[in-house]
């Protein structure tokens, strides 16, 4: 069940000041457009996670930048590279409230 350990890093004193919320629409959903997908995604540090979604978008990101120049040139030379994206949604956030990787185990074991 444990997976590993980590350092929990705040993002703001290491500089990353824009945290974003993506939504990936894609036309083409073949195999070989998915697989570089996400050797792309994958291999870009500013993402956090990545989630293939139900709804209007097929992918949701979760995206930090030092500020709003680095999360455009992010756009452009990232997202807007990728294969197949028909559309590009950016949701900023403007105040983190809560944040964690802790499971409710105590209350999943009283189930």
């Known amino acids: 069940m444990i ?6 890093l705040n ?6 000041g824009v945290m974003a919320f993506v939504q990936i629409s894609c036309t083409d959903h073949s195999e070989e457009a ?6 792309i995604i994958a291999a870009a540090p500013q993402v956090l996670s990545c ?3 139900t709804g209007e978008a097929d992918f949701l990101l ?4 030092r500020d709003l120049d680095s999360y455009s040139r992010f756009i452009d ?5 990728l294969p197949g994206v028909a559309s590009i949604r950016s949701n900023l ?4 409230m809560k944040t964690t ?10 189930l």
């Not at 499971?103 to 999943?108: G, I, K, M, Q, R």
Request: proline share 2%; no cysteine.
């Open 3 to 8: 997976e590993g350990y980590q350092a929990i």
């Open 34 to 39: 998915t697989a570089k997908f996400e050797k």
């Open 93 to 96: 956030s403007l105040r983190e």
């Open 77 to 81: 030379k990232v997202l807007r590279k």
């Open 51 to 53: 989630h293939n979604t």
């Open 101 to 110: 990787n802790q499971f409710p185990v105590a209350e999943l074991l009283s």
């Open 11 to 16: 993002r703001k004193k290491l500089g990353l």
């Open 62 to 65: 979760q995206v930090v930048a």
